[in-house]
């Protein structure tokens, strides 16, 4: 019997977001696991930054910094990929945003920066990624999504919209490409160890809240985000599509 393994060799990822710590990290954990990996993110510095790390470790990689928010910019990307690479196998869309404010001080402009990043953009690399996985007979679309998809959070109306909708258009996007080989699953990580959160963390009653709220008592760690998505972009989870699995530590199960 063949033993199992998780494993992305001679695979091709590309990763929205990778500037940020769980796109980051995906994108180590994919490239131990074989891949090669196109970084994407906003900052140049922190692609390249990162890039080196990869080399380091004698990880293929390329990267390009684009605002995948401006119109075209999302096919723009997908075609830096293939010319780079040849084509794409696994996209992991990681990129997003989070900016809490009470529902009555929300501005339209912090609402459609965290729709337009969180779900819009989203939504424009799977379709420009998606076209070249139908042509080569299939390929695995793996979301960051959020608990916030399922559970209300306070202080986060537009995060807790945007990642329902990511949700629904994973399970959207499964159905209409499972005919095409096509799987697409969703990460819903809790709040992960990260300088951000740990910023958020200096409001002690915001930091009982969660802590109290997640009956394992501790946020994720970015490698276990990481290799939750790696599971999803396998071959191991080839009949898995349209699911959405919380890494929670329990909050959505209460």
């Not at 019997?1 to 954990?29: F, Q, Y």
């Not at 939750?228 to 530590?249: C, E, H, K, R, Y």
Request: hydrophobic share 45%; charged share 20%; aromatic share 6%.
């Amino acid at each position: 019997m063949k033993r199992p393994e998780l494993t992305l060799e001679n695979k091709i990822a590309l990763i929205t977001g990778a500037s940020g710590g769980i796109g980051g990290a995906i994108a180590k954990v994919f490239g131990a696991a074989g891949a090669k990996v196109f970084l994407h993110g906003t900052s140049e510095e922190k692609l390249k930054k990162l890039s080196g790390e990869l080399d380091t470790e004698s990880i293929p990689n390329a990267y390009k910094a684009i605002d995948i928010n401006i119109s075209g910019a999302a096919q723009e990307l997908v075609d830096a990929v293939v010319n780079e690479m040849g084509t794409i196998d696994i996209l992991v869309n990681a990129a997003g945003i989070n900016r809490p404010q009470k529902p009555e001080e929300v501005t339209e402009e912090n609402w459609d920066d965290v729709m337009n990043i969180n779900l819009k953009a989203l939504f424009f690399v799977s379709q420009a990624a998606g076209k070249i996985m139908i042509e080569r007979g299939g390929g695995k679309i793996v979301n960051i999504s959020s608990q916030a998809g399922v559970v209300a959070l306070p202080l986060r109306a537009a995060y807790c919209s945007s990642k329902g909708g990511v949700n629904q258009l994973t399970r959207a996007l499964a159905l209409e490409w499972a005919e095409h080989n096509i799987s697409v699953n969703a990460v819903a990580p809790t709040f992960v160890q990260t300088p951000f959160t740990e910023s958020m963390f200096k409001d002690e009653d915001f930091k009982k809240y969660v802590l109290d709220s997640i009956p394992m008592r501790r946020m994720a760690t970015l490698e276990e985000v990481a290799n939750t998505t790696l599971f999803f972009a396998s071959d191991l989870a080839d009949i898995v599509t349209g699911q959405i699995l919380p890494v929670d530590g329990g909050w959505t199960i209460k």
